[in-house]
């Protein structure tokens, strides 16, 4: 225990589900003392560097966090790197139990050639790019040609499409990192071409996000009366499977492919369903995306698949691809990982022994890390329920880790350069703050780690 | 009048927590709530009290009569989603 009698419990990644396990921990007894471990000088994870910057009123639930988890005796150390700063196993010297909430921090790749071409990259460092993420101040898209194509049907693929084609003056008003801003004021684009790989039946967009594309001004969907009709499969699927979500989606496409073109709008994103990427060509950069059409089948465990309908391939002309078609996490050093889930091994978060199947005591996993990169914001405080159970159970039947060293990883950060403490990232925290209130935004952003850094320390 | 939840709804069930009629779903447990993408306010039960409003870490929740012209479909979708349940049970 701590001087004070406490066990000492370490969170690493201050995410959504790392800040939800901390604001359930308190709630359920307030019995350890916490600290919040993060890669970056910032909290929040993708609330700040991946929910859209025009989705402002979901990036509220900072508030919560702010008030409930560093308001409450929490504290936090930014810009630590837990595995190459910060070794797995001085933190077990040192905590009782430690909460590995990383996320999922690369995406998949599409596996087809052209793939690493110059205007190809993920959707997410498009997403960090926007949203001041400091590794991708630096990603410089080219949005110098007319058509960009969108690879995948989820929300990231629909806010991707969403902040090409919004109008620039409406993005001034929200937390849009500034270089993004100048960026999208100069950009080319006009036409965006979304790609789904089944039927508009199966498009994994919240109707939330659907309905916002068609409500943008300047902003024209479009899609293919043959589109959106559903192939026989489809109809049994949704009949059978469908979710309230994918009938309202079906109906809000069927509205987009009757809706005559609007005349005034300058921009239009194409919603393409039942389409694979192949090759992307180009000879120093992309300039087409090859795509075949695919036919909907069930497997023979009754998976509804796409597959394509043919040799026939389109080409579309195009300077810019984004591909959105799912996160995938790393494994971290000297902590078990599974390779074919890419989760941490874990049972309700306690993580296990891959060669023993029991839990490796102390160690703890929670978010997209232990579940895998599925669900929305508020699924992480359930996840983070369950594994605060699971904690709390632990510590009650003495099952926790027993660290050698009596304290936090103080001794190992004491006078270490650069990191942001709970004090530094409040004075980050009121510089943007101030910046934005002085150009009637939400806030401005520090986008370079060196400027954050210098906020944190001013 | 009722309350309606819009799409900004991130799921945090703070608001069923302390909603004193049950009238918003899918809850925790429920077979389609995972697959839910918000929760629903149902409208032939809500009593108008706000305790949800207050509840909610993201101000997703208005009153039927205010809400935000982007958000105009919502009050629609919620009594939907309780009405197409009603059918499968």
Redesign the interface.
């Known amino acids: 225990m701590s001087p004070n009698g406490r066990p000492r419990l370490a969170i690493v990644g201050a995410g959504p589900a790392g800040a939800f396990t901390a604001l359930q921990l308190i709630r359920h007894g307030d019995t350890f003392d916490i600290d919040l471990i993060e890669r970056l000088p910032t909290p929040w994870g993708l609330l700040r560097a991946g929910v859209a910057p025009d ?1 402002g ?2 990036k ?2 900072d ?2 966090f702010e008030r409930r988890v560093l308001n409450k005796g929490c504290r936090f150390f930014g810009n630590v790197a837990v595995g190459s700063d910060l070794p797995h196993g001085e933190l077990m010297r040192r905590y009782h139990a430690v909460v590995y909430a990383v996320g999922a921090q690369t995406d998949k790749s599409l596996g087809i050639p052209g793939e690493e071409l110059p205007g190809s990259m993920p959707a997410t460092a498009f997403v960090g790019w926007y949203n001041g993420h400091p590794d991708y101040r630096n990603l410089a898209p080219d949005l110098s040609g007319e058509t960009a194509v969108v690879i995948g049907n989820g929300n990231v693929a629909a806010d991707v499409a969403r902040m090409l084609t919004r109008d620039v003056d409406e993005l001034a008003r929200t937390d849009v990192a500034d270089h993004a801003l100048a960026a999208l004021r100069e950009s080319n684009v006009r036409r965006v071409v979304v790609l789904g790989r089944r039927g508009p039946a199966q498009a994994a967009f ?4 659907l ?2 594309l068609g ?1 943008m001004a300047g902003v024209h969907v479009v899609v293919d009366p043959a589109d959106a009709e559903l192939d026989p499969v489809s109809e049994e699927w949704l009949a059978d499977e469908g ?3 994918a ?2 989606n079906v109906e809000r496409l069927r509205e987009y492919a009757a809706a005559p073109g609007d005349p005034s709008a300058t921009r239009t994103i194409e919603l393409r369903f039942l389409r694979s990427p192949v090759a992307l060509r180009g000879t120093d950069r992309v300039e087409a995306i090859d795509v075949v059409r695919n036919e909907l089948y069930r497997d023979e465990r009754g998976a509804l698949r796409a597959r394509p309908a043919s040799d026939a391939t389109e080409a579309i002309p195009c300077g810019l691809v984004l591909r959105s078609v799912g996160y995938q996490a790393v494994p971290l050093p000297d902590v078990p990982f599974d390779e074919r889930s890419y989760i941490l091994p874990n049972d309700r978060g306690r993580v296990l022994d891959p060669a023993t199947g029991e839990p490796v005591r102390g160690v703890y996993a929670v978010g997209w890390i232990k579940r895998g990169p599925t ?5 992480n ?2 996840d983070a329920e369950d594994t605060v159970g699971s904690i709390v159970s632990d510590l009650r039947h003495g099952l926790l880790n027993e660290p050698e060293l009596d304290c936090g990883v103080d001794d190992l950060l004491d006078g270490r350069a650069g990191v942001v403490t709970l004090a530094g990232w409040r004075a980050i925290d009121r510089a943007e703050l101030a910046a934005g209130q002085a150009s009637e935004r939400p806030r401005v952003k520090l986008v370079e780690r060196e400027a954050l850094l210098q906020a944190a320390g001013g | 009048m009722t309350y309606v939840i ?8 703070a608001c069923i927590e302390v909603c004193p009629v049950d009238c918003i779903h899918p809850v ?1 447990g429920d077979p ?1 709530f ?5 929760l629903y306010i149902d409208p032939e039960v809500c009593i108008d009290c706000d305790a949800c409003v207050e509840a909610c ?4 929740i208005y009153p039927d009569f205010d809400l935000p012209e ?1 958000d105009r ?1 919502s009050l629609e ?1 919620n009594a ?2 309780f009405a ?1 349940r009603a059918v499968t049970r």
């Not at chain 1, 669900?375 to 699924?379: A, E, P």
């Not at chain 2, 819009?6 to 069930?13: I, L, P, R, T």
């Not at chain 2, 870490?57 to 997703?60: I, K």
């Open positions: 989705h009123e979901i509220m639930l508030e919560t919240t109707n939330a996000e309905r916002e409500r979710t309230f979500t009938r309202r669900g929305i914001l508020g699924t405080k359930r | 819009a799409g900004s709804c991130v799921k945090d069930d925790p389609d995972e697959t839910a993408e918000q870490p993201v101000d997703a982007k479909d979708i939907l989603f197409e």
